[in-house]
């Protein structure tokens, strides 16, 4: 081996404890970008390739009955490449041992053939036979929830009537990858399931033989969807058309772009962040690292080594911690990914997972970082390159100190002579002891952002379903019903109060914005549903105009004052202009609300509701729910607790899996770098302080002249950390903002005191290994040889 | 004057000067200087006279304020960094005042740093045996003493059998009998391989082995005395 190399090995092995921090740090934020890289390219790649294998439709319609002859015409409409029309049925299921509600979504399938739209994967057992009326297919999910086998028996009430179903397969469908039940935010698979029957045996039990009441359309192309759009509401409005839509507002797709989103988002964010971070700290050290071979440098030149050989002898100094680095970071990040996007696949329904490296991706990573390491590494060379060997070889000349600040402001009585030689060290190196504070900093901050979610998400629950919902369950109808049915939900066993509500499908448009949405009637001085305001108070519906989310608001542009036009989307389908009144502080879903009275005037209808928000004596809720399975109109159920509960099942399966990685690597990167920062000036001064030691001072005095510096410093940076982390909280929770919910920008005390407590602990162990250090400080070996 | 020699190096009025901040150290004034080749010349001078800063200029390890300094007839001053690193690389051989050694390389190795890239050297380790250091070729320069470190520096200067051996106070740390030996490693070199040497020194009995004896004096030559007669090293009393 060549000296050169021996050389390389030799000071790699010295500097092995630095050398392993760079590379921890490196791996972390290489595993955070293939990590979420590979999981977006995996769920957008398997969305693309389901949508395109099992033929997902681009236009879908709701109406309430139409004749199957208005398929033909549907079919001749421009633009329109396939028609499949489809009976749709809210149930109610019964599955053997399960007391609490459970609403179903009954689908038609063709009987003796494939869809041409939406098509079935069929993940176990058969489809139902053509000539039987009792055979159904569930959807996966529901089916796992309830373990449910082929041959299991349903009970299921359709329209009022009893049936019994024999399960004969499970499958999955492009059109519920997300599977939610209509109202509710977050998956429930014990509580709500998609079911699939022949068109015959469902237009038998439905009442709906030779008709049809949902349709989906797909397009020759994509850009045709607008006037297919038009085309079908006037072709449906007649049979009760609920308005016709695209993609974007089927609830699955919506939902999954919503967290395609978020998730390219967190794609976005962290690892830049913590890429940036990494390669930062590899920029920093390494030019550090480098400037301290100035002499070195200055030797193998006058040897006759040139520039070159002595850059490359660096390179792969630097090579070899960023490729082991990122090797490591890829495998972990690829692991992890794969952990992610399956953890994603609980609630995006998928028959199968594109998941791979992709080269790109691993590529791109190995770049950054080195550029980021090549880059201080060139920057340092280049300093000691400009230098003639004769003066790069020289030692450098005693620094020139100058009095501090607070010496000139005639205060050093305060001022030990240790604690003078600390500041006067920093003064001297402004540039170097601003890098290590940002350094520190830069930790404190990525602490912050990995940890801050956790408190939101409790701030959110409370805010949404203790003060906003406070209802115990919510019901809905599968029709808007007449008002007598609270008569009717009165007198059912534990109910103590009914409030009522009427909801509509409506575009909402405000000059070139429009935005699909529901309208909520509400009766003033509801207290299971309450609006809030801003600040969080009870907000009073007002008896003219509509109050609207605060984000949608935003969304459309509009404020108090204003004038929207509601263009209703059900019946006569009547269009109004209706002034906005206020906003309501939402961090869940979107809507807009007026008063009851006024919606049902404005539908041009009796007083009609759509469900029904109830409070219940706990000891009767099984009794309830059994006698509400009975009641025909009723469509659904949700219990408010268990809407809680999926809330943060959801939450914590993804987000806080997320979380849980993003805090552990922003430990590891805040000891790596203030690790780094203390080895480095253990380094750079260890011939001052063993000069020190050889004058008399005890160990305890340099240790507190090196770590008293780098106390110093963190205790600078903590404050500037939490600054850098509610920059960052505020890009992430600015960013993640949807229709689906809104993360508030809520730092808990907690956030500020983990990351400030993870800081000084990094402080604390850093200056410990290097006090371990400085205390078997070789003082005749720093002081005989020079480097 | 010995003109009918080849003449090696060349300097015509050279100057360097130091900026430091405000005040600037004048550490060369114009000096005129001639080395030929294959000779031995010491350069005699108190501290701070200027002699490190001209060996300096001598190996191309930095570069005069003004003036010119010639090897073989061209000008240093034209050489752009490559061409200087191959002047170092290929002829001039260097020992430090401050010995500079890789602390991470032992003494083998710090001297086949050297011999690696040099056209036709000795082995390390027949280096090493040169200055005694035949049982120390594994240990790292922390982990040997002053004058050893120094003995490394010479193996590694001469070992590449350069035409030009630039030593700076050599002996500076090395008791008589060791200096002797190193001197004699230094003047064999010097005597088979016509290496032209110029070491700095401030022990004048060195400087009977020399040639000719160049003696600075605050940034100038003050005198060069020439020996009739070279003395041997190990003649030499100190
Ligand atoms: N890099 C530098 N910056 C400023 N002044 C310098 C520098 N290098 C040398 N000098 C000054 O130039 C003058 C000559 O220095 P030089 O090192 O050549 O002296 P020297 O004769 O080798 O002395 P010594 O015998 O002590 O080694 C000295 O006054 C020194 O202070
Ligand atoms: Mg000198």
Same mark, same amino acid.
């Given at each position: ?14 500097? *092995? ?28 790649? #398997? ?37 499949? #029309? ?54 996966? +999910? ?156 200055? #030797? $193998? *030149? ?12 660096? $390179? *792969? %100094? ?8 990122? +090797? ?55 300093? +000691? ?52 504070? $940002? ?80 309208? *909520? ?17 009870? $907000? ?14 935003e969304l459309l542009g509009v404020q108090a004052g204003d004038r929207l036009t509601v263009e209703v989307l059900e019946g006569s389908r009547p269009v109004r202009e209706v002034p906005v009144v206020g906003l ?110 050889? %004058? ?17 410093? #963190? ?73 | ?28 004034? !114009?000096? =005129?200087?001639?080395?030929?080749? &294959? ?5 005699? &001078?108190?501290? !701070?006279? &200027? ?15 003004? !003036? ?12 752009? =960094? ?89 002996? &500076? ?13 230094? =003047? ?7 290496? /032209?040497?110029?070491?700095? /020194? ?37």
């Amino acid at each position: 081996m060549k000296a050169l190399d021996r050389k390389l090995w030799r000071e790699l092995w010295q500097m *092995k404890g630095q050398a392993v921090a760079i590379m921890l740090v490196i791996v972390c934020g290489v595993a955070i970008h293939v990590m979420f890289g590979a999981t977006l390219d995996a769920l957008g790649q #398997t969305r693309a390739r389901y949508y395109q294998e099992y033929r997902f439709a681009d236009v879908f319609a709701a109406l309430k009955r139409a004749p199957e002859s208005l398929r033909e015409r549907i079919a001749a409409l421009p633009g329109v490449a396939e028609v499949e #029309t489809r009976v749709v049925a809210a149930v109610h299921l019964d599955v053997a041992g399960f007391a609490e509600p459970i609403t179903g979504r009954l689908v038609s399938i063709p009987d003796n053939r494939e869809p041409r739209l939406n098509r079935l994967y069929l993940r176990q057992g058969r489809l139902p036979a053509a000539d039987r009326n009792d055979e159904v297919v569930v959807s996966e +999910a529901f089916a796992q929830a309830h373990r449910l086998e082929p041959g299991a028996k349903l009970r299921v009430v359709i329209n009022g009537r009893r049936q019994a179903l024999t399960l004969v397969g499970t499958a999955l469908s492009p059109e519920y990858i997300h599977q939610l039940r209509p109202g509710s935010m977050f998956p429930d698979y014990q509580r709500y399931g998609v079911l699939w029957m022949g068109r015959r045996a469902l237009g038998i039990a439905y009442g709906m033989e030779g008709a049809f009441n949902d349709v989906i359309v797909g397009l020759t192309d994509a850009r045709a969807a607008p006037d297919v759009i038009d085309e079908l509401d006037r072709l449906l409005t007649p049979y009760g058309g609920l308005g016709a839509h695209d993609r974007e507002d089927q609830a699955s797709h919506r939902f999954l772009s919503e967290e395609f989103r978020n998730i390219t988002l967190s794609a976005t964010l962290f690892p830049v962040l913590f890429l940036g971070v990494a390669i930062f700290l590899l920029n920093v050290v390494m030019n550090r690292l480098i400037g301290m071979q100035r002499e070195q440098i200055g #030797t $193998l *030149k006058a040897f006759g080594y040139g520039n070159g050989a002595i850059a490359l002898h660096y $390179l *792969k %100094l630097v090579l070899v911690v960023v490729l082991v680095g990122v +090797a490591v970071g890829v495998f972990a990040g690829a692991g992890l990914g794969r952990r992610l996007a399956e953890l994603y696949t609980m609630f995006f329904r998928f028959p199968f997972l594109d998941y791979r490296l992709t080269f790109q991706l691993v590529f791109g990573a190995m770049l950054l970082n080195l550029g980021g390491a090549m880059a201080g590494t060139a920057f340092a060379l280049r300093a +000691a390159f400009a230098l003639r060997p004769a003066e790069a070889m020289r030692p450098e000349q005693p620094a020139r100190y100058r009095a501090t600040v607070i010496e000139r402001l005639g205060l050093q009585r305060l001022l030990s002579q240790p604690n003078r030689m600390i500041l006067r060290h920093i003064e001297r190196r402004p540039l170097k002891s601003l890098l290590s504070v $940002l350094g520190i900093a830069l930790a404190c901050g990525v602490t912050m952002a990995g940890r801050f979610q956790e408190a939101t998400i409790t701030h959110m629950v409370e805010v949404h379903y203790k003060l906003s919902q406070r209802e115990d369950l919510a019901v809905t109808f599968t029709e808007p019903t007449s008002w007598r049915a609270i008569g009717s939900l009165d007198s059912l066993p534990g109910v103590e109060r009914v409030e009522v509500y009427r909801a509509a499908p409506v575009r909402l448009r405000f000059r070139h914005h429009s935005r699909r949405t529901t309208l *909520k009637g509400v009766p003033p001085g509801g207290d299971l549903q309450r609006l809030l305001d801003a600040d969080l108070r009870l $907000l009073d519906l007002p008896s003219e105009g509509v109050l609207l989310t605060d984000y949608l608001g935003e969304l459309l542009g509009v404020q108090a004052g204003d004038r929207l036009t509601v263009e209703v989307l059900e019946g006569s389908r009547p269009v109004r202009e209706v002034p906005v009144v206020g906003l309501v502080k939402e961090y869940l879903g979107v809507a807009a609300y007026m008063d009851l009275a006024g919606l049902n005037r404005l539908l041009r209808e009796g007083p009609a509701i759509s469900g029904a928000y109830l409070a219940v004596d706990d000891r009767e809720r099984s009794e309830l729910y059994r006698r509400l399975g009975d009641i025909p109109r009723i469509a659904g159920t949700a219990i408010r607790e268990q809407e809680i509960r999926n809330f943060h099942r959801t939450m914590e399966q993804t987000m806080l899996f997320f979380t849980f990685i993003a805090t552990v690597f922003a430990v590891v990167i805040a000891f790596g770098i203030i690790y780094n920062s203390a080895r480095i000036a253990l380094t750079e001064r260890s011939r001052e302080l063993a000069s020190l030691r050889v %004058l008399g001072f005890t160990r305890a005095e340099i240790s507190y002249i090196l770590l008293g510096e780098l106390g110093l410093l #963190t205790l600078v940076a903590i404050p500037l950390g939490f600054i850098v982390g509610r920059g960052i909280c505020t890009l992430f929770v600015d960013g993640a903002r949807s229709e689906l919910y809104r993360i508030p920008l809520i730092i808990h005390p907690s956030t500020y005191a983990f990351a400030a407590t993870v800081v000084l602990a990094s402080a604390l162990l850093s200056g410990w290994l290097v006090r371990r250090k400085l205390d078997r400080l070789d003082l005749i070996a720093v002081l005989k040889t020079r480097d | 004057m010995t003109d009918h020699r080849d003449r090696v190096f060349l300097a015509r009025d050279l100057t360097k000067i130091y900026p430091m901040g405000e005040i600037e150290v004048q550490a060369l004034r !114009g000096v =005129d200087l001639a080395l030929f080749a &294959g000779e031995f010349v010491v350069l005699l &001078g108190p501290s !701070g006279s &200027g002699k490190s800063t001209l060996l300096n200029i001598l190996g191309g390890l930095d570069s005069p304020s003004s !003036g010119a300094m010639q090897y073989g007839g061209r000008d240093l001053g034209v050489y752009d =960094d490559a061409e200087l690193t191959r002047y170092r690389r290929e002829h001039v051989g260097f020992v430090f005042q401050f010995y500079n050694l890789i602390p991470s390389l032992t003494a083998r190795e710090n001297v086949a740093l050297v011999t690696e890239i040099a056209r036709n050297p000795l082995p390390p380790e027949e280096a090493l045996t040169l200055v005694g250091l035949a049982d120390r070729l594994d240990h790292f320069p922390a982990q040997l003493s002053g004058g050893e470190q120094q003995r490394v520096a010479i193996a590694r200067a001469v070992a590449k059998r350069p035409e030009v051996l630039l030593c700076d106070e050599p002996t &500076g740390a090395l008791d008589v009998q060791t200096g002797v030996r190193v001197l004699a490693v230094i =003047d064999r070199v010097n005597r088979e391989l016509g290496t /032209t040497t110029v070491v700095i /020194t401030h022990n004048a009995a060195i400087a009977a082995m020399a040639d000719r004896v160049i003696h600075l004096s605050n940034g100038l030559i003050a005198r060069i005395d020439h020996n009739a007669q070279r003395q041997a090293p190990e003649a030499i009393v100190w």
